[in-house]
């Protein structure tokens, strides 16, 4: 069975061009979460999905940052300009059920640079 | 709300050496505890949990047992092996407004030289 799927894996912009990353979680899974790693701030929580509805988007950090999720099997984050301070690995995660006897499963990660 | 504490590392051990990685958590009540890893290169995948007091996880050769006397959830293993460098997250599950969100730590790189 497939796990969670992220497109591009890398991908190297310059700064004030569109970035958009993409993510199709695993068939059922009614959670969707994107988080963003980097060696200074560890993992973030940017927003959390719940039944395709954004229920909490307090870790997006600013405007330039969106995320859709138009129906359950496909997501996206657009960073819209982008700057360098964006760079970073972008991973999508989805699970279902009760988190406390449930798992959170993680795509392998979209490795964003800006130039 | 729920959060987790561990130490961060780097930690640098040779094969067949004990690993201790420490976490406390802090939380309402006794929501699961989890410890995830990340390899180079890839997303994060569970390696273990515990969903009550006393419960011990395990998996691969590594152990935690979840202790609330110490709130406590401290990761073991008894003889790493190169394979297991990578970074080891502990988690816990914490409630939000909206419901449920997942907790982690700042990670914990771990390199086993041969």
């Known amino acids: 069975d497939a796990g969670v799927i992220q497109s591009p894996r890398h991908e190297v912009t310059e700064m004030g061009q569109e970035v958009t990353l993409r993510c199709k979680p695993i068939s059922g899974h009614n959670s969707l979460f994107w988080y963003r790693q980097t060696m200074m701030r560890g993992l973030e929580l940017l927003i959390y999905f719940n039944n395709n509805v954004p229920i909490d988007d307090s870790g997006m950090p600013e405007d330039r940052f969106s995320a859709k999720m138009p129906n359950a099997s496909f997501s996206t984050l657009k960073i819209q300009p982008s700057e360098p301070r964006d760079s970073a690995v972008y991973f999508c995660?989805?699970?279902?059920?009760?988190?406390?006897?449930?798992?959170?499963?993680f795509g392998e990660g979209s490795r964003l640079t800006v130039l | 709300g729920n959060s987790v504490t561990q130490m961060e590392g780097p930690v640098t051990l040779s094969e067949e050496a004990f690993l201790t990685i420490n976490c406390t958590y802090t939380?309402?009540?006794?929501?699961?505890l989890f410890w995830y890893v990340q390899y180079p290169g890839e997303g994060l995948q569970l390696l273990l949990k515990?969903?009550?007091?006393?419960d011990k996880g395990s998996n691969k050769g590594f152990e935690a047992t979840y202790r609330k006397e110490t709130t406590s959830f401290h990761l073991e293993k008894g003889s790493v092996q190169v394979s297991d460098s990578a970074v080891y997250f502990c988690a816990t599950v914490g409630t939000a407004n909206y419901g449920q969100n997942f907790v982690f730590g700042p990670g914990t790189r771990l390199s086993v030289l041969p």
């Open positions: 939380a309402t009540g006794y929501p699961s």
């Open positions: 995660a989805s699970s279902s059920g009760d988190l406390n006897t449930g798992e959170l499963f």
């Open positions: 515990a969903t009550k007091a006393d």
